[in-house]
């Protein structure tokens, strides 16, 4: 009774752990998709230029991942010395260093967008990544559709279609038609390359989990080792895209503008 009393116990308490972790990724999702392009415009609306230092922006947190990562590998190490350092395979960490650079150029053709759309549009126009990423999960994961998935797609891509039929009625100031119009076509570029790798990301998720040639779970800790390995090579691609820029010439000017914006958002 006592051994049973005692696996239900660890059962419950591994359940309320992932409800924990998935509320505390939910909530946090919801305050960068939200908090993060209105900051972006207005740093914007402030005097700020510099697309490459929004976009590094996006991904410059990925230190923060090192907690969670540093913690699994010393429960591993206590529980067996001999426990490797990472848990995915080396080729899987190199496929996500190619989709962290791939989400590098993301999220700077979603910075570059965002100066020449109001948050309203910009925002309607991402979330069509639903489209892409339905479409593409189809052909890479072999993602089931279901009903609810088709008329979502069908909605968001009404409301896109909408948005351009009224490309003059909410230009922010001092944009012109064509800038608009190119602001509102990288949109949805950034949409449909950012659909494009999350169905990578859940293949590469299938590869690392089938590592070794023995299948296991898709761990809290697996999943964060490539997400820190996707965001530091986002930072390093926003980087290398600064340098070349010479943002960081201009730096106290930028850093002055954000400023601006977060006394703005927040005072």
């Not at 996006?58 to 969670?68: A, C, E, F, M």
């Not at 990544?129 to 072999?142: C, G, K, M, N, P």
């Amino acid at each position: 009774m006592d051994v049973e009393a005692r696996k239900d116990s660890s059962v419950t308490r591994g359940k309320l752990t992932r409800r924990l972790l998935a509320a505390l990724n939910c909530g946090m999702l919801a305050l960068g998709t939200t908090a993060g392009p209105l900051l972006t415009r207005l740093y914007y609306d402030k005097g700020g230029d510099r697309e490459w230092l929004s976009a590094w922006l996006q991904s410059g947190g990925w230190p923060l991942l090192l907690v969670p990562v540093a913690a699994s590998y010393a429960a591993r190490r206590a529980r067996d010395r001999a426990a490797p350092l990472l848990l995915a395979p080396p080729r899987v960490l190199l496929a996500a260093a190619g989709l962290g650079v791939a989400t590098g150029a993301d999220n700077f053709i979603y910075a570059y967008s965002l100066r020449y759309l109001p948050v309203s549009t910009s925002a309607i126009l991402i979330s069509t990544q639903l489209v892409f990423t339905v479409f593409f999960a189809f052909l890479i994961v072999r993602q089931r559709l279901t009903a609810a998935t088709v008329n979502a797609v069908a909605l968001l891509t009404a409301g896109a279609a909408v948005l351009g039929l009224h490309v003059s009625s909410d230009r922010p100031a001092g944009a012109t038609r064509a800038q608009y119009l190119m602001g509102f076509a990288l949109t949805l570029g950034a949409a449909a390359l950012y659909g494009l790798i999350l169905p990578l990301v859940e293949l590469a998720y299938r590869r690392a989990a089938a590592g070794g040639g023995s299948a296991r779970a898709v761990t809290y800790a697996l999943v964060m080792e490539m997400q820190l390995v996707m965001g530091f090579c986002a930072t390093v691609f926003c980087t290398v895209g600064m340098v070349v820029n010479k943002d960081f010439q201009v730096r106290a000017h930028a850093i002055k503008c954000r400023t601006r914006a977060l006394n703005f958002f927040f005072f």
